[in-house]
Structures are given as C-alpha cells and as structure tokens.
C-alpha cells in the first residue's frame, strides 16, 4: 500500500461534486485524491505551491552557485564601475 502524504483524502468522485467544499474542509492543508483508494494526485492551496516553486527555484540557483564556485580560479575579475 502506498503511503499518503496528507491527513485529509477525498476520492475523485467526492472531488467532483463539490470541491470548494473540500478545499473548505481541508482549511489549507493538503488533499490526497484517491483512485480505488491509492492516491493519484494532491489537491493543495496556490498559496502552498508557489511556496514549492519559489523553493525549488531557490534550491536550483543554490546548486547553479556551487558549480560556478568551483571554477573560481578562473574568474576574472572586475571593478563594478566597469560594469
């Protein structure tokens, strides 16, 4: 059995019928929508996404960082004012 990843599970026809008030009954948590009771997808607030995005963007330059990093001895270097 797979694990689910939210303390609120709605199935897809619950889904369907009235998914405003899931979203009210879930009061910004995650919702695991379930298909024949494995989950299929997670429904969770915009707020929470964004969230998730503005922090994968920032673990991407984190890692765009430490590889430029290595290449530190051939930098060149350069005044601001040459900018």
Not at 7 to 32: D, M, Q, R, W, Y
Not at 68 to 81: E, N, P, T, Y
Request: overall charge negative; charged content about 25%; proline content about 5%.
């Amino acid at each position: 059995m797979k694990q689910i990843f939210a303390n609120c599970s709605a199935s897809i026809s619950e889904l369907k019928k009235n998914p405003t008030a899931l979203l009210n009954e879930a009061e910004g948590s995650p919702v695991a929508i379930l298909n024949h009771n494995k989950p299929t997808a997670y429904l969770i607030p915009a707020d929470t996404y964004e969230w998730m995005m503005d922090l994968l963007d920032d673990y991407e330059l984190g890692k765009l960082v430490k590889t430029r990093r290595k290449d530190l001895g051939s930098a060149v270097a350069i005044a601001l004012d040459d900018l």
